[in-house]
């Protein structure tokens, strides 16, 4: 199975370490949303799609590769890491997974954990969620990928 991750880890490297730990269960190469490659990622039998939240919003690097990509037919799965909880009537990976339907993907799953933030107010005080990825997030990751494959 050919898997590739996309993602966007600007801040701390907290949504990179998720990717490389679903990566390694999956056997996927991961590149930046600059790095990918959209033919490579319409062929792929699996892809995931990864960011950090901005206000509320993932990496606009990572909406505008998936608006690029030409309609597929294939499996996705989304994830984020945050500071603050995803609400669940406006989760943070949503308007991405209906993005990606509508390009013809068969969207697998989604999966969130929290991470260090220091945004705004948040440095301030040295951040929020500082131990976080933990290694139960982690675990939390590699189980979700496990399932994907």
Request: proline share 6%; aromatic share 6%; hydrophobic share 45%.
């Amino acid at each position: 199975m050919k898997s590739v991750i996309v993602c966007t880890s600007v801040s701390h490297g907290n949504t990179r370490r998720v990717a490389d730990t679903m990566a390694r269960v999956l056997g996927a190469a991961v590149v930046s949303p600059g790095e990918a490659d959209l033919a490579e990622l319409a062929a792929a039998d699996l892809v995931g799609f990864g960011s950090g939240v901005y206000l509320g919003r993932l990496h606009p690097n990572l909406t505008g590769l998936v608006r690029a990509l030409p309609n597929v037919r294939g499996r996705a799965f989304v994830f984020a890491t945050s500071g603050l909880p995803e609400l669940r009537p406006a989760p943070y990976t949503r308007p991405l997974v209906r993005r990606l339907a509508a390009k013809g993907f068969r969207v697998e799953g989604t999966f969130t954990c929290r991470a260090l933030d220091t945004w705004g107010p948040f440095g301030l005080v040295g951040g929020v969620n500082r131990q976080r990825p933990d290694a139960g997030d982690l675990a939390a990751a590699r189980a979700f990928a496990e399932r994907l494959r």
